[in-house]
């Protein structure tokens, strides 16, 4: 019985209590809301002066974007295609290099001088590109090979060209270089110049009117360019549109070639390389090489060209060494699934390559051609000979397998004909025209 009259005892108070809260419910709650307003006010007031501080870290940042995300045009960049608005962009890339992040670069003409983008970055990052760049229109001196836009030395770089235009303004230096005549024409500035880059992707950007080759990949390791555009006139002298060299994994998926010189070449060092949906015309064609000029040239490995378009150029798909060479390398190699519209020697192995006569000629080549598989290939050819297979007869080209060729000539000289020198080429399917039934010669 002692504890039923605690528990009636507690329940008195509990009555008690409530009814006091019910007789003065306003004081007790305007004081918890009084409370609550006051701590909220105190944190608001902190994260605005918090948010202020990391915003005024970074100039040029762009309200509610990603950590450093900058904003050329901020930074003071004019965007009328007249100004040069190289400092702008060079302030954006520092400050997105230094945390990772973007530089946004809005819709307008961008004039810049040479534009270095250097690494390593701290973080990812991602250039926007929705304006046009154009360079300055003079030849001014440079070094050799470099770059009027260069990205170097970067990870997990992420170009979105959204269809930008990027203008080396090449038509003076065309007229003034003297690469025709002495194959000289280094010190003219790449349009891009992408040397370094791991696990990277560019995307969505068209080179026109380069002073020199449009785009140089050196270096470079999981990189995917996907969507790229390359424009120049057929006189525009020794503008390849696309060159990599000493790369590994590169995949270039998706290109439309016009220009002066090679639509892509591949230098040494290249290791598995994908070149796959690629419309090249004007140009000379698809290019591994030239090889062996040089000593200490790194093997050539692993090259795939598929489901590719080449029209009204010099070549279609070839191999050039140059004669007398030191060692080299080059195999593992596949061109397939290739049409062929008005192309003069649509497929050809040239282990006698001498531009402009400057050579040893008649010294055999000594890079080394094997593992070689020539595929689909169908269309017409601009020349009667068709398939020319020149190979090295100190260095005999090994393992070279055609297969399912369809190559059509209709040309005054008669039909199509394959031409081979120092080669027993492995032979499967149908072969239009039959292989190897002339002896191939150096020249067109």
């Not at 992707?201 to 990949?217: A, D, E, P, Q, R």
């Not at 006189?235 to 070639?257: C, M, P």
């Not at 050819?381 to 393992?399: D, E, F, R």
């Not at 397998?401 to 008669?414: M, P, Y």
Request: hydrophobic fraction near 40%; glycine fraction near 12%; proline fraction near 6%.
């Amino acid at each position: 019985m002692e504890g039923f009259r605690i528990t009636n005892g507690l329940f008195f108070i509990v009555l008690v209590v409530m009814a006091t809260v019910a007789a003065h419910p306003v004081p007790i709650v305007d004081k918890a809301k009084d409370a609550a307003t006051a701590v909220g006010d105190k944190a608001k007031d902190a994260a605005t002066a918090v948010g202020a501080k990391v915003a005024g870290a970074v100039p040029g940042a762009v309200p509610g974007g990603p950590k450093a995300s900058c904003d050329v045009k901020i930074l003071g960049a004019k965007a009328d295609g007249k100004t040069d608005d190289c400092a702008a962009f060079s302030k954006a890339w520092t400050d997105v290099c230094a945390a990772g992040g973007t530089l946004v670069v809005p819709k307008g003409e961008y004039l810049v001088g040479k534009l270095a983008l250097k690494g390593p970055c701290k973080g990812p990052v991602t250039l926007e590109l929705n304006g046009n760049l154009k360079a300055p229109a003079t030849v001014a001196a440079n070094e050799p090979h470099a770059g009027w836009i260069e990205i170097d030395n970067v990870c997990d770089f992420t170009l979105n060209g959204n269809n930008a235009i990027l203008d080396g303004q090449g038509a003076l230096a065309w007229k003034v270089n003297d690469c025709a005549k002495t194959g000289k024409c280094n010190s003219l500035p790449i349009n891009i110049r992408l040397t370094g880059l791991t696990n990277s992707k560019i995307m969505g950007i068209t080179s026109t009117n380069s002073k020199l080759f449009h785009m140089n990949i050196i270096n470079c390791k999981n990189l995917t360019l996907e969507n790229i555009g390359i424009d120049a006139p057929a006189e525009s002298l020794n503008t390849d549109g696309i060159h990599i060299g000493r790369s590994n994994g590169v995949n270039l998926i998706g290109a439309k070639i016009r220009t002066g010189d090679d639509c892509v070449s591949i230098g040494d060092g290249t290791e598995n390389l994908l070149i796959e949906n690629v419309v090249c015309g004007p140009g000379h064609g698809i290019s591994i090489g030239s090889l062996g000029l040089y000593p200490n040239e790194q093997p050539v490995r692993g090259v795939t060209v598929r489901k590719c378009t080449i029209k009204n150029t010099d070549n279609g798909v070839r191999i050039k060494t140059w004669p007398g060479s030191p060692p080299g390398i080059a195999s593992n190699i596949i061109f397939e699934d290739i049409t062929m519209d008005n192309v003069s020697t649509p497929v050809l192995i040239d282990q006698e390559y001498c531009p402009h006569g400057k050579c040893k000629a008649g010294v055999p080549s000594q890079v080394k051609l094997s593992d070689v598989t020539i595929k689909n290939i169908k269309g017409t050819s601009a020349t009667k000979v068709a398939v020319k297979l020149m190979c090295s007869k100190g260095c005999p080209c090994t393992n070279i397998a055609l297969s399912d060729i369809n190559l059509v000539h209709n040309g005054k000289e008669g039909p199509a004909v394959s031409a081979c020198s120092n080669i027993k080429p492995v032979i499967t399917g149908k072969l239009i025209p039959e292989a190897c039934t002339e002896v191939a010669t150096p020249g067109p």
